[in-house]
């Protein structure tokens, strides 16, 4: 049996999830919570497997309450159940150690299959929320990988932006042509490009280049 908690601030949320919930042969929904305080208390005294937490709540919200349920009880599985996906909201209750994400528009059978999922162990993330969180990664890595250029480099990148040529850019630098070609060469390496043209995208892309 799948025992679950409720976390949400709107009574009906809870009065519908709790009815159709506890129609489930595996499931039994061991207590509501009006606010992630409550939330909190309950967690503690009915340890459930699985919760069912709304974001958006008075006292206290459901991205704290996540935090610190997780640190009390880091085996019960949090399943964040809201209509927000903004950024302010996704990545911090993630980050807390939310394990699900799914919006109030799913259906009652998809949020009854993903408590399943839960208890076992496998994650369920709606698909508005999992672009989100592939396009920050990829974001990242991106901004990592020129993080990454020495001084030396960025001023070589910000003159294949601007269009010099590597003559060019050694007559503005004061360096060889074998040095510059050389800067050239590890900037690709590290920015996992293939050549100048790419550089000079990846540049302007950035605001590396006037």
Do not use: W
Not at 7 to 15: F, P
Not at 111 to 133: H, L, M, Q
Not at 177 to 189: A, E, F
């Amino acid at each position: 049996m799948i025992r679950i908690l409720l976390v949400d601030d709107h009574e009906m949320v809870r009065m519908g999830l709790s009815a159709y919930l506890s129609t489930q042969m595996d499931m039994s929904v061991v207590g509501q919570a009006s606010n992630g305080q409550e939330g909190i208390d309950l967690a503690l005294v009915e340890k459930p497997d699985v919760i069912l937490m709304d974001l958006v709540m008075e006292k206290m919200d459901g991205i704290c309450a996540t935090a610190a349920i997780m640190k009390i009880l880091p085996e019960t599985r949090i399943i964040v159940l809201t209509s927000f996906i903004d950024d302010e909201k996704v990545y911090p209750v993630i980050e807390a150690g939310a394990f699900s994400y799914l919006l109030k528009t799913s259906s009652a059978t998809e949020i009854a299959d993903s408590i399943r999922s839960a208890a076992k162990g496998e994650s369920v993330v709606e698909a508005k929320v999992t672009n989100k969180i592939m396009q920050r990664m990829r974001g990242a890595k991106e901004k990592y990988l020129h993080d990454s250029l020495t001084p030396r480099e960025r001023e070589v990148l910000q003159l294949v932006g601007e269009g010099k040529s590597n003559q060019e850019i050694a007559d503005t630098l004061f360096i060889g042509i074998k040095t510059v070609k050389t800067h050239v060469s590890h900037i690709l390496q590290k920015l996992e490009l293939d050549d100048r043209t790419q550089m000079a995208v990846y540049a302007h892309r950035y605001g590396l280049a006037k």
